[in-house]
């Protein structure tokens, strides 16, 4: 296996210090929240809720209950078929909606996908696939929810900017209205008016409760809507799951793809040149044999030299393939002759009572390997450890360094493409790496019995 770089960083850097906070991120969270941006985006994304869910659910209810009372003739089925392609085009506005104004990126299921071409196709198609049938059932959910939901709001914040700003428009009603204030209370024989100065500064007070509670209770009803965009709207955990596959699948082609110009590029430039060299050798030891016996002798005593090299690369290399440590004896004395390799002390422990599968066996292996190389060339440890062990059914492995830390998987080295191998299986990569160190790598594979 090749080696990669950790990338490690040994200062600070500058961008990694906290800024200090300016304009109104010095206020508490709870006292900016009514001015805020996303307030307002949550505002208007329950507002623009209503209309579209009148929309959609009129939609719904018109096109189902026409194709279902013409299924006795051909016609009901392709106005079903209509009715639920409307649907998936208001759930596409939806997802849109929702990525724009609630900052929620929820992925377009699959696309309809009709064995043969023509309408009769597109209409099977369109009436089997889930996600459309899912687009529908959340245009009927949605017409209530969005009914509250835009009604909350719109008392909340209506009444909480009316009342905490009655002081700038309380002279509107003497001037215009004939009383002398917004009235409290009245009926035939009394009234009661809030006019004077505590009054009117108890009402702004109250108003003022309502503006900072309403964007809490904004969140609240948008968290609903989060829900059903990202349960309804969204691919299935199946389609997701297919489409995790064929990435990971795609990683698993192009990793093996890249280890096979590894094995040929190493037998290339390695033991095939020395062989190379080491025929031409013996060619001429052989035409100098009679000739000059001591020059011959040399010259085979130097190929013979150049036999053990040859041996010993293609010994390094059987062993980066597969070593026959591995399949013989297991990840204990595996790991163990790694370990005896690495330039600084490594502790290994193995807690297993029994083997995994090959092929988990040696993606362990090989993760183990490559960070034990970090270890040795980009750490300056003085001291390394390893420990594998079974938690339920997963592999757990670890590798602990004591060196200058500063490892990151997202910066594009070794580690990312480590991390990619192990998600192909369906594994999990974590660094835990501040830049003063020290480093602790987990990896983690799932447990199939052998």
Not at 42 to 57: D, H, M, R
Not at 183 to 198: A, I, K, R, T
Not at 360 to 365: D, P
């Amino acid at each position: 296996m090749a080696t990669q770089q950790y990338g490690y960083r040994s200062e600070y850097s500058y961008d990694d210090e906290p800024r200090p906070k300016r304009g109104l991120n010095r206020l508490p969270a709870g006292l900016r929240a009514p001015v805020e941006g996303r307030t307002w985006r949550e505002f208007g994304y329950l507002l623009l809720s209503f209309p579209i869910a009148v929309v959609g659910f009129v939609w719904t209810v018109t096109m189902m209950s026409l194709g279902a009372g013409l299924l006795i003739t051909f016609i009901g089925v392709p106005v079903l078929a209509a009715g639920l392609a409307g649907a998936r085009g208001l759930g596409a506005l939806e997802r849109v909606r929702a990525r724009t104004l609630l900052g929620l990126d929820v992925d377009a299921p699959q696309p309809l996908r009709p064995r043969k071409n023509g309408p009769l196709a597109w209409i099977g198609a369109t009436l089997k696939s889930g996600a459309s049938w899912r687009h529908l059932v959340y245009t009927v959910l949605h017409f209530p929810w969005a009914t509250f939901a835009f009604s909350v709001a719109i008392a909340f914040w209506t009444t909480g900017w009316t009342l905490f700003t009655y002081p700038l428009w309380q002279w509107v009603f003497p001037m215009y209205a004939g009383q002398a204030g917004l009235q409290l209370y009245g009926d035939e024989s009394h009234s009661v008016y809030l006019n004077n100065p505590f009054e009117i500064a108890l009402t702004s007070a109250v108003g003022l409760l309502f503006v900072l509670a309403t964007p809490w209770v904004l969140r609240a009803l948008t968290t609903v809507d989060r829900v059903m965009v990202a349960g309804l709207l969204g691919p299935s955990r199946l389609d997701s799951r297919v489409v995790e596959l064929e990435s990971d699948r795609g990683v698993v082609v192009d990793t093996a793809a890249a280890d096979l110009r590894r094995i040929e590029r190493d037998l290339h430039d390695g033991a095939q040149a020395r062989l190379v060299n080491l025929a031409m050798d013996l060619g001429l030891a052989k035409e100098k044999l009679a000739e000059d016996p001591e020059s011959a002798a040399r010259m085979v005593g130097e190929a013979h030299g150049e036999v053990k090299t040859a041996l010993q690369e293609l010994r390094d290399l059987a062993r980066g393939i597969h070593p026959a440590v591995l399949t013989d004896r297991g990840l204990d004395a595996a790991l163990s002759s790694v370990a005896s390799r690495c330039t600084v002390p490594v502790t290994v422990e193995v807690d297993l009572t029994e083997r995994p599968a090959p092929a988990i066996e040696g993606i362990a292996y090989f993760t183990v390997s490559e960070l034990l190389q970090n270890v040795s060339k980009h750490s300056r440890a003085t001291r390394a450890s390893v420990d594998v062990w079974r938690t339920r059914d997963r592999l757990m492995l670890q590798v602990h360094d004591n060196g200058v830390g500063g490892a990151d998987a997202s910066a594009g080295s070794g580690l990312a493409g480590l991390a990619e191998r192990l998600d192909a299986v369906d594994g999990i990569l974590v660094v835990d790496s501040p830049a003063a160190g020290p480093t602790r790598v987990t990896a983690e594979l799932p447990w199939r019995r052998a």
